[in-house]
């Protein structure tokens, strides 16, 4: 959520903590609360070479465990700037990669010259290897009129040449010791993301939604990619990795 106002909320008045927490407080107001039907989970099974346990094959888990290690929800801003943006976010245990990142994707222009073309995106990867980079189409030399997915790639570690990148607890502590609050979770933030998320989390706590098996080292449940896409219209199998 703290990603999702950043990314979201409106230039603050400046960099100061109570101006930045105020415009990533007006964001979370114009969320409603999560509905269940946008919502799935899923708890991961043994690979198929037999190498990884399944959640349940731990000895310190139930049989019997509906936890999720898996989780995916799909919410909107009811503001001018956002509304009907769709907003997919994804967490998850034993998936192919582990990373956390922004992805962007534009839309697809209706009368495209390139119907076979994906849409251009904009990922901001946080860890790991921090980087910013754009996932565009590009026409491959020669006389064949053949798309290609190509990024343009600013990596921090290979731009800016630094012995040491802290992480995100080292920046926290240093601001607490300096009684920079900008980056803390005010009262009010933290109660409005409850309200957004409570309700459904009652739901699967009460058996509503129960967890979807996903094979350890795969993408998740497949069907949550179906339901990105049929309510979105993002095909995330065709977001183009790094």
């Given at each position: ?17 109570e ?21 799935v ?13 399944a959640?349940?094959e ?100 290979a ?57 350890y ?26």
């Open positions: 959520m703290q990603i999702l106002c950043l990314l979201t909320m409106e230039p603050p008045v400046s960099l100061g903590a101006d930045v927490r105020d415009e990533k407080v007006k964001v979370l107001r114009f969320i409603p609360e999560i509905k269940p039907e946008y919502v989970t899923g708890q991961y099974t043994k690979d198929s070479a037999g190498k990884y346990e959640y349940k731990d000895k310190t888990v139930p049989k019997n465990s509906v936890t999720p290690t898996f989780a995916q929800v799909i919410l909107w801003i009811h503001n001018s700037r956002w509304a009907g943006v769709p907003f997919i976010l994804k967490t998850a245990k034993a998936v192919e990669e582990k990373k956390a990142e922004i992805r962007i994707q534009f839309r697809k222009f209706p009368s495209s010259l390139f119907p076979e073309a994906h849409p251009n995106e904009l990922v901001i990867r946080i860890q790991p290897e921090e980087a910013i980079y754009v996932k565009t189409m590009n026409k491959t030399p020669g006389l064949r009129s053949h798309l290609v997915v190509t990024d343009l790639d600013l990596t921090y570690h731009k800016f040449i630094t012995p040491y990148l802290p992480d995100a607890y080292e920046r926290l502590i240093l601001d607490a010791i300096r009684g920079d609050h900008n980056l803390f979770v005010r009262v009010d933030e933290l109660a409005e993301a409850w309200r957004i998320f409570t309700p459904v989390l009652h739901f699967i706590d009460a058996g509503g939604i129960k967890p979807l098996p996903y094979e080292g795969s993408r998740g449940p497949a069907f949550a990619d179906e339901m990105a896409k049929t309510i979105t219209g993002w095909n995330p199998k065709t977001s183009a990795k790094l």
